[in-house]
């Protein structure tokens, strides 16, 4: 396994690192066992978040009787003072620590919510706060617009951030690069195109890992993981120097084909006239055909304030979208399906 020290934070972290999602439709007693085998490949780096409901928990359980072999970040999508101070509390408590050694800004979307978390009273001065007291290690942040993680990397000296990156998403590679010259920790996420890469020999997982492991601007490779098997094919591709790089090239061009529909969540369809959340839809879609977790999609779009069938059809959202998506046509794909009893 190769190690990097992860930007400004001077933490000593795995290429591979385990992300906490999957977890979600497990039970705490399955999580150890796929724990153990990364461990014993190298993997020291586990991610979570607040609003992974239950990751936190089973992942604290976990590591309780070797905390000290791993890095653990995890991450709130708090934006006020008041609310990060709480959930910073309840990451210690679910995760059965004392310190965490990254706390992230979640899913920044928007510069009025990074003005917000940056501001006196906002989610950014108890994390500082936080680190002041010992209880957090770093401060990193994470997004998935590109040119917003830049904006939020000149507004603050954070140690380390995170960004979407696949063999679906190369257009994210500069912000990475920019992000690794300023000394910040690069930390890519959704590896895998929220499962666009795997399902099929056509989108094999491991060329997909295999880009990313391979592109030097990317510090820690961020794999959801739930089964003993996917940890050990995915420390297969890091801890192997099998060359893929020509079927790499080639799955790249057929990607980028096949993902015409595919939403890259940078949020230049928004705002829509009518307050969709366009962008958190087409998320919610993901967990529910590719992570296996439908019910909680579900429930999570039940609650939504303005659901999908609230569109007026008027097709702003598509002349802003880079990508030239149907989003009008997906949008009520979605809402059927979300909608099912």
């Known amino acids: 396994m190769e190690y990097r020290v992860l930007g400004k934070s001077g933490l000593k972290v ?3 690192g385990f992300g906490g ?41 976990a590591i309780k009787h070797d905390r000290k ?9 708090a934006r006020t003072y ?13 995760l059965q620590t004392d310190y965490i050694d990254i706390y992230q800004l979640h899913n920044i979307k928007s ?26 290690r770093a401060i990193g942040v994470t997004t998935h617009n590109k040119d917003l993680l830049k904006k939020l990397l000149a507004a603050y000296d954070f140690e380390t951030m995170m960004l979407p990156l ?8 500069d912000a990475f690069i920019h992000a690794q010259e300023l000394g910040v920790g690069t930390i890519a996420m959704k590896p895998l195109a929220g499962g666009f890469f ?7 997982a491991d060329v997909a890992l295999y880009y990313l492991k391979n592109f030097s601007a990317v510090d820690v490779v961020l794999v959801g993981m739930a089964e003993v098997n996917e940890a050990r094919q995915n420390l ?8 893929l790089a020509a079927k790499m090239e080639a799955l790249k061009e057929k990607a980028s084909f096949a993902a015409r529909e595919f939403c890259r969540r940078c949020g230049y369809c928004q705002p829509c006239p009518v307050g969709i959340g366009i962008p958190t839809i087409f998320v919610l879609e993901t967990y529910y055909d590719r992570y296996g977790l439908p019910g909680w999609a579900k429930e999570r779009y039940k609650n939504l304030t303005v659901k999908a069938d609230a569109c007026q059809e008027c097709g702003l959202c598509e002349t802003r979208c880079p990508y030239g998506l149907p989003i009008r046509r997906k949008l009520k794909e979605v809402h059927r399906k979300l909608s099912l009893k």
């Open 198 to 204: 795997g399902e099929n020999r056509e989108f094999p």
């Open 236 to 243: 297969d591709i890091f801890n192997s120097e099998v060359d």
């Open 69 to 77: 072999d791993w890095i653990v970040a995890t991450k709130s999508m």
């Open 166 to 173: 696949n063999l679906v998403e190369t257009d994210k590679e």
């Open 14 to 16: 795995s290429r591979l």
């Open 21 to 61: 999602i999957p977890i979600q439709r497990k039970n705490i007693r399955e999580v150890r066992p796929v724990l153990d085998v990364l461990k014993e490949g190298g993997v020291n780096f586990i991610d979570s978040a607040r609003a992974y409901t239950v990751s936190e928990g089973f992942i604290g359980e």
């Open 82 to 94: 008041s609310d990060m101070a709480r959930d910073i509390d309840i990451s210690l408590s679910e």
């Open 111 to 136: 510069e009025e919510e990074m003005d917000k978390v940056l501001a006196p009273g906002g989610a950014l001065e108890a994390l500082v706060e936080a680190k002041k007291a010992g209880k957090i």
